[in-house]
């Protein structure tokens, strides 16, 4: 971890410049809200335009630590093991259905089946400064967000550093930005496009796109680490038993 006090409030400027648009009235919401479940399911996050990731020479060594550990057991994907939140991005890479509700007053949540995990958005609140972020970081960090026309933007910072970018053990710091702009493409679909910033480990912001079909006629169900759960065998990328 480094030196709070060296960080930079640059990481929140490049995200947030999109912050100085007019958000739109609540009563004029996009409608993204409902059931929605994922038709295909990547263990490895895939980059938008492709490639690999853009890491760093520390990331490659973190990510290279991590991809060992996991093999040989010295590292634990607690999200598997312990029912942890996954933290972002690989929350959105869920294989299970979730929820988006436009509740309670100001307030936009996502609830996940996996793992039961609940991500409030404070709405048209300002991101807290690192300064406020850095005594209490969450596996899901901390959300704010706004509407712009029909998408909904949503800034998070504060993670800590128990969290992957991916399954497969890709790395992230404590200073990650994202920002998701989450949009209806089509009467059953939406898209979740997210960009991270986390230049100690990444040399450069980059996107990956995240595509839901909405799912209205699916509850969510119970889930607990080890015990069995819904069939998922329908999405794509699923490693089948």
Partial sequence: MRNPLARSSSAVAS???????????????????????????DAKIQIVGGGDLPLTAEGKAAYGT???????????????????PDGLPRVLASPYPFEIIDA??????????????????????????????????YFNGHSVGRFEG??????????????????????????MHTLERIRRISPTEIEDVVTIHDPQYYTRDWQARFVYQQRDDV????????EPHRDISSVAGVRRP
């Fill in 15 to 41: 995200l947030a410049v999109a912050a100085l648009a007019v958000s739109a009235p609540a009563d004029a919401a996009p409608d993204i809200f409902g059931t929605f479940w994922a038709t295909r399911y």
């Fill in 66 to 84: 991590n991809i060992a550990g996991l093999k040989d057991g010295s590292i634990t994907d607690a999200a598997r093991k312990f029912c942890v």
């Fill in 104 to 137: 309670p007053h100001g307030q936009i949540t996502f609830v996940y089946e996996l793992n039961h995990q609940v991500r409030p958005i404070a709405m048209d609140k300002p991101l807290p400064s690192d300064k406020e972020l850095i005594p209490y970081p």
């Fill in 150 to 175: 029909d998408t909904l933007v949503i800034e998070t910072a504060g993670f800590n550093e128990k969290t992957f970018i991916d399954a497969t053990g890709a790395p992230h710091t404590d200073e």
């Fill in 219 to 226: 509850w969510l169900q119970d889930y607990v680490c080890g």
